[in-house]
């Protein structure tokens, strides 16, 4: 019976030396190194070391502020006890820094588009609301909140107010006068308000300027009202050059040698100069002719110029392609050059619907589609 105690034992110790070094060298490797220190390598440096030890590595790309490819942790940590074949997970930085995000809340919508693009970040979507207690454009929210570290990547969206107050749905025009025509056609519609362009010559105030608005500043009006904007242009060549030959043709016409020769004339023919008055009424009227003359000229001039304007009518091939809607809105493309402003098409349309429109135009247009009454697209058309 003792035998058999003691063969049994035996195997019990068999196995369980059998288990520990199967256990020793699966999961030990037989031997252990320190971990290598790798923090702050380029990630195929660090896994070039890590193979090199005889240990196996996983790559996880994170969002951090170091440069694209660093090792920003490793786990396990520096100089710990590991054994070869051990898994090593590196967390390395993926380029995508993060970057603080301004608080525009209670801004102007431009204003707070600057700071925002000054901090290096984009407007998402903007959305309008009635808020009585602020005024229109002015900023309500915004998404991500801030203050908060977010990727430059990030649009920022913004809720805006209409500017609303007792009369429900109605909003005050902005002060836009002396604005770019860009800034103000962008507080206009952060307000809730369509945009029409009309171009005014002007010498004394700079191109690109609103010089007026209609209706005027603080005017309260319903919520999608549009608002003409009247925006300084500067005079054209042809203009600038109408007035030249009525200046050439003033100069040359006291000259005209007709009146001198009939005084030569006179003195020829008789023995003294003449004294009488009825002599020089005649001499006074040729004057008084040629006077005239210079003013019936410019008139005559003016067609050549108009058939010169005429010559330089140019074509801009509007190209516009519809979104994808749920139901037909109505399409809308006006143009606005030195002739006035005219619409050119205006009908009903399709999402998806492709529009090809040629609108003649002097010297330079503004051309201005309108989706469903709302302003959607714009440009600008110089030969």
Known sequence: MK????????????????????????????RTIPMPAVEGMISSQAVETLQKAGLLVRVDQVTSQ?????????????????????????????GG???????????????????????????????????????AGSILAQSP???????????????????????????AVPDVVGQQESAARALLEAAGLGVEIRYLVSRETAPGIVVSTTPKTGASVPAGSRVALT?????????????????????????????????????AGTPEPPTRKVSQEPEQKPALEQAVTPKKEPSAAASPASAKEEETRHTAKVRYQVPPLSRP???????????????????????????????????????????????????????
């Open 3 to 30: 035998w058999i105690r003691w063969t049994m034992l035996l195997l019990v110790l068999i196995i369980a030396g059998s288990a520990a070094a199967a256990f020793y060298f699966v999961f030990m490797g037989g």
């Open 66 to 94: 170091l440069p694209a490819g660093t090792v920003v942790s490793q786990w396990p940590g520096a100089s710990e006890k590991v054994a070869k074949g051990r898994l090593v997970t590196l967390k390395v930085s993926r």
């Open 97 to 135: 820094e993060k970057k603080p995000l301004p608080d525009v809340r209670g801004m102007e919508f431009n204003e707070a588009k600057a700071k925002l693009a000054e901090a290096g970040f984009q407007v998402g979507d903007v959305l309008r609301i009635a808020d009585p207690g602020k005024p």
């Open 145 to 171: 909140a801030a203050p908060a570290m977010v990727g430059p990547e990030t649009r920022i969206d913004l809720l805006l107010s209409r500017g609303t107050g007792s009369e429900g749905n109605a909003v």
């Open 231 to 267: 925006v300084a242009t500067p005079p054209n060549a042809s203009q600038a050059k109408a007035p030249s030959p009525s200046i050439e043709e003033d100069p040359e016409a006291p000259p005209k040698p007709r009146a001198v020769e009939k005084k030569q004339e006179n003195a």
């Open 329 to 383: 809105l109505s399409l809308r493309i006006e143009v606005v050059d030195p002739e006035g402003t005219r619409t050119v098409l205006e009908r009903e349309v399709r999402g998806g619907e492709s529009i090809a429109v040629n609108v003649p135009y002097v010297r330079e247009a503004a051309v201005t589609v309108y989706l469903g009454g709302e302003f959607v697209w714009q440009d600008r058309y110089r030969p």
